[in-house]
């Protein structure tokens, strides 16, 4: 089914609460759906997917026509082997499927908890914690190709996924809308506990079992990060940047206590909430927006922010670290 609405406030529909509007936001519920709304006749002449609204920051009044995935159902399509096939729709709420997963007892997801947004987003932005992502239990994804008219399905090879990356958001972005998902979800047990204090977490609720790795992991997230509904924020505002190995050795070198995560021979990750916190400005406010006092990488809506005064913050933010460790990070969050 397909619904319509014209001149839609925004602000109860992205997670940083920000006052804007768009000219029409259409939701469909059926994959088929998209034939009718892209039919040549009246095919939207600027569109965005709206997800959960979870990663977007709206700076201006959006003029063009939002395209609402709401479908919500989740199928068992095959079993082989030990691996379950699982497909879910691109509305479904990330964590509600997290859930199923967990109570089902099939593994893969665990690590993956609370994090907000909608199945339809997780390819794009290969979302990930503790140690995994997304592109780890995808198997492949069906989409709508907006300009070729056509459905289309990807295998996970094919959607080229990096950190924090995919084709959707490179040589497939803004041509091709999320219709569903499917997962290889593992029957017998697969736990990932390397990554910081999850496997002490884990054993604090009595050992190594999907429902305390995952119970662990939303009270990790819970203790860091603000409720979307008390202080508007988009989750992690910047992505970990990625550096030669040398740099990471050099400012080691100079900082004993800083994380570093090695990629490759030549590649590692830092922490750029690390970063941000040692260069002083975890806790720091800037008129109605702010770094949360808890976890650096997260900023957020005091009350009544624009989306412009949070970029001039994220803006800041990225000097400051710039000057201080000679290292750019850059936003994780989409602004429009």
Same mark, same amino acid.
């Given at each position: 089914? *397909?619904k319509i609405?014209?001149?839609?406030?925004l602000?109860?529909?992205?997670?940083?609460?920000?006052e804007?509007? $768009?000219d029409?936001?259409i939701?469909?519920d059926q994959?088929?759906d998209?034939?009718t +709304?892209f039919a040549?006749?009246?095919?939207?002449? @600027?569109?965005f997917?709206?997800?959960?609204? =979870?990663n *977007?920051?709206?700076?201006q009044r959006?003029?063009g026509?939002?395209?609402?995935?709401v %479908?919500?159902a989740?199928t068992i @399509?095959?079993?082989?082997?030990d691996?379950?096939i699982?497909e879910a729709?691109a509305?479904?709420e990330?964590d509600d499927?997290v859930e199923? /997963?967990?109570?089902?007892?099939l593994w893969?997801m665990e =690590?993956?908890?609370l994090?907000?947004g909608?199945?339809?987003?997780?390819?794009v932005?290969n +979302?990930?914690?503790?140690g $995994?992502?997304?592109?780890?239990?995808?198997e492949r994804?069906h989409?709508?190709?907006?300009?070729?008219?056509r459905?289309?399905?990807?295998g996970?090879a094919?959607c080229h996924?990096?950190?924090?990356?995919?084709?959707?958001?490179?040589?497939?972005k803004?041509k091709?809308?999320?219709t569903?998902v499917?997962?290889?979800?593992s029957?017998?047990?697969?736990?990932n506990?390397?990554?910081?204090d999850? /496997?002490?977490?884990?054993?604090?609720? %009595?050992?190594?079992?999907?429902?305390?790795?995952?119970?662990?992991?939303?009270?990790?997230?819970r /203790?860091?990060?603000?409720?979307?509904?008390?202080l508007? =924020?988009?989750?992690?505002? &910047?992505? =970990?940047p990625?550096?030669n190995?040398?740099?990471g050795?050099e400012?080691k $070198?100079?900082?004993?206590?800083m994380? +570093?995560?090695?990629l490759?021979?030549?590649?590692c990750?830092?922490?750029a %909430?690390?970063?941000?916190?040692? $260069?002083g400005l975890?806790?720091?406010?800037?008129g109605?927006?702010?770094?949360?006092?808890?976890?650096?990488?997260?900023?957020?809506?005091?009350?009544g922010?624009?989306g412009g005064e949070?970029i001039?913050?994220?803006h800041?933010?990225q000097?400051v670290?710039?000057?201080? &460790?000679?290292i750019?990070i850059?936003?994780?969050?989409? *602004?429009?």
């Amino acid at each position: 089914m *397909i619904k319509i609405w014209k001149e839609c406030p925004l602000r109860d529909l992205n997670s940083f609460h920000v006052e804007e509007h $768009a000219d029409c936001i259409i939701e469909f519920d059926q994959k088929e759906d998209l034939d009718t +709304i892209f039919a040549e006749a009246n095919e939207p002449s @600027k569109w965005f997917v709206l997800g959960g609204g =979870n990663n *977007i920051l709206f700076t201006q009044r959006f003029d063009g026509t939002l395209i609402k995935p709401v %479908g919500k159902a989740i199928t068992i @399509k095959a079993q082989i082997d030990d691996s379950v096939i699982v497909e879910a729709e691109a509305g479904v709420e990330w964590d509600d499927l997290v859930e199923w /997963s967990v109570s089902n007892n099939l593994w893969g997801m665990e =690590n993956l908890s609370l994090i907000p947004g909608s199945v339809g987003a997780a390819p794009v932005q290969n +979302i990930g914690a503790y140690g $995994a992502e997304a592109k780890d239990v995808i198997e492949r994804v069906h989409c709508f190709n907006v300009s070729e008219r056509r459905h289309r399905t990807l295998g996970n090879a094919e959607c080229h996924f990096a950190y924090r990356d995919s084709i959707f958001k490179q040589a497939l972005k803004g041509k091709v809308i999320i219709t569903s998902v499917e997962f290889r979800l593992s029957k017998s047990p697969q736990p990932n506990l390397t990554y910081g204090d999850l /496997s002490k977490e884990v054993e604090a609720r %009595g050992g190594t079992s999907l429902r305390n790795i995952r119970d662990a992991v939303c009270a990790i997230r819970r /203790s860091k990060l603000p409720d979307t509904a008390v202080l508007g =924020n988009a989750g992690s505002f &910047f992505k =970990n940047p990625i550096v030669n190995k040398s740099i990471g050795e050099e400012l080691k $070198a100079q900082y004993d206590n800083m994380p +570093i995560y090695p990629l490759s021979e030549s590649k590692c990750k830092l922490a750029a %909430g690390w970063l941000i916190d040692k $260069a002083g400005l975890k806790g720091f406010r800037k008129g109605r927006v702010g770094v949360h006092d808890k976890q650096a990488l997260v900023l957020v809506n005091l009350g009544g922010a624009t989306g412009g005064e949070v970029i001039d913050l994220a803006h800041e933010v990225q000097l400051v670290v710039k000057e201080k &460790f000679g290292i750019e990070i850059e936003p994780e969050v989409n *602004i429009l």
